[in-house]
């Protein structure tokens, strides 16, 4: 185990998660953290060259730790000072840098760690990594002795996304939520939808599937919910341009991964979106956009909202 650690990266979950394994080897009265974009540098210079008051191992965490000057200047004096000082710590002492985000790697700070102890990067997943967090989402659910099925886990990522501190926390919440029970389920996830975030995301695929029973329902529910009607309006114009541009990017031959890169948006969302293309023409979209957009001009001049949207969903839904 290297004495001098550095964690960085975006992915801050797993950064905490290393960090509180770290933690336990060492007694909470011999360890310190220090906020290294606020603190002076010589008083961390003495904290890594003080033996440790109560005797034993001893940790130090330093979060993104910066020792130049504005200007530059002594910054080679510090970093001689700094690397000596690290070379020199005692031997039950153990240094953890920490950066939430990227580090410079043409810096000597990261040539000295690399060289003398140990660094780890953590990346988020991205966009196009859909299997990698599924993978993830799955293997994470043993630690609260609970398994999930595969419809269940891939709902819970449509909605979530790819960042795991929020699928993190979704999977406790719905561990607590099924009790005993072994596996999650699907309706599991549904469930859970009293904030009005699954009902959103059923709404808008119900848009998207042309199914008026399943949009009825839902919009009924986000109005239970108090969602605003702009907000309603908003989500369904932004549905219906991703599939006019899918579309027609999908004519133009491009695939599903040259599409999500063009329009910024996730694979798996343009792979739904490329399966219900069939059921819209572009002239089709086009009206619904423009009907949207109309709508919203009635509810700013007092039209009943719940009303007016409960007229249109049958409208968009119909066959062309």
Same mark, same amino acid.
């Given at each position: 185990?290297?004495?001098?650690?550095?964690?960085?990266?975006?992915?801050?979950?797993?950064?905490?998660?290393?960090?509180?394994?770290?933690?336990?080897?060492?007694?909470?009265?011999?360890?310190? =953290?220090?906020?290294?974009?606020?603190?002076?540098?010589?008083?961390?210079?003495?904290?890594? #060259?003080? $033996?440790?008051?109560?005797?034993?191992?001893?940790?130090?965490?330093?979060?993104?730790?910066?020792?130049?000057?504005?200007?530059?200047?002594?910054?080679?004096?510090?970093?001689?000072?700094?690397?000596?000082?690290?070379?020199?710590?005692?031997?039950?002492?153990?240094?953890?840098?920490?950066?939430?985000?990227?580090? *410079?790697?043409?810096?000597?700070?990261?040539?000295?760690?690399?060289?003398?102890?140990?660094?780890?990067?953590?990346?988020?997943?991205?966009?196009?990594?859909?299997?990698?967090?599924?993978?993830?989402?799955?293997?994470?659910?043993?630690?609260?002795?609970?398994?999930?099925?595969?419809?269940?886990?891939?709902?819970?990522?449509?909605?979530?996304?790819?960042?795991?501190?929020?699928?993190?926390?979704?999977?406790?919440?719905?561990?607590?939520?099924?009790?005993?029970?072994?596996?999650?389920?699907?309706?599991?996830? #549904? *469930?859970?939808?009293?904030?009005?975030?699954? *009902?959103?995301?059923?709404?808008?695929?119900?848009?998207? *599937? /042309?199914?008026?029973?399943?949009?009825?329902?839902?919009? =009924?529910?986000?109005?239970?919910?108090?969602?605003?009607?702009?907000?309603?309006?908003?989500? $369904?114009?932004?549905?219906?341009?991703?599939?006019?541009?899918?579309?027609?990017?999908?004519?133009?031959?491009?695939?599903?991964?040259?599409?999500?890169?063009?329009?910024?948006?996730?694979?798996?969302?343009?792979?739904?979106?490329?399966?219900?293309? &069939?059921?819209? #023409?572009?002239?089709?979209?086009? &009206?619904?956009?423009? /009907?949207?957009?109309?709508?919203?001009?009635?509810?700013?001049?007092?039209?009943?909202?719940?009303?007016?949207?409960?007229?249109?969903?049958?409208?968009?839904?119909?066959?062309?």
């Amino acid at each position: 185990m290297s004495q001098i650690k550095l964690l960085y990266g975006e992915e801050d979950f797993l950064i905490d998660e290393e960090i509180r394994s770290i933690k336990k080897d060492y007694p909470e009265l011999n360890r310190e =953290r220090i906020d290294g974009s606020k603190a002076e540098f010589e008083p961390i210079i003495a904290v890594l #060259s003080t $033996m440790p008051m109560l005797g034993g191992d001893r940790l130090i965490i330093i979060d993104s730790f910066e020792y130049a000057m504005p200007d530059g200047r002594k910054e080679e004096e510090k970093e001689k000072r700094l690397f000596d000082s690290l070379k020199n710590i005692d031997k039950g002492t153990r240094v953890v840098f920490v950066y939430y985000d990227g580090v *410079d790697k043409r810096r000597k700070f990261y040539k000295f760690i690399e060289k003398n102890g140990e660094i780890k990067e953590y990346k988020a997943f991205t966009e196009w990594e859909q299997d990698k967090a599924l993978a993830w989402l799955v293997n994470r659910i043993k630690i609260y002795k609970k398994k999930i099925s595969g419809r269940a886990a891939n709902l819970l990522l449509d909605i979530v996304g790819t960042n795991l501190r929020m699928i993190d926390k979704e999977l406790e919440k719905i561990s607590t939520y099924i009790g005993e029970k072994d596996t999650i389920e699907e309706k599991d996830v #549904s *469930d859970l939808a009293s904030s009005g975030e699954v *009902d959103s995301f059923a709404f808008s695929n119900a848009i998207r *599937d /042309k199914n008026l029973t399943e949009a009825v329902i839902s919009l =009924r529910r986000l109005f239970k919910n108090n969602e605003q009607p702009h907000v309603l309006i908003g989500m $369904m114009a932004k549905l219906y341009r991703m599939l006019l541009q899918v579309k027609c990017l999908e004519k133009e031959g491009f695939n599903q991964y040259e599409i999500a890169s063009r329009l910024k948006a996730k694979p798996f969302f343009v792979k739904k979106c490329m399966e219900k293309t &069939n059921l819209f #023409s572009i002239e089709e979209l086009s &009206n619904n956009i423009k /009907k949207l957009h109309s709508t919203d001009l009635k509810l700013k001049t007092g039209a009943s909202s719940k009303l007016t949207l409960e007229l249109l969903v049958p409208e968009l839904c119909q066959n062309a």
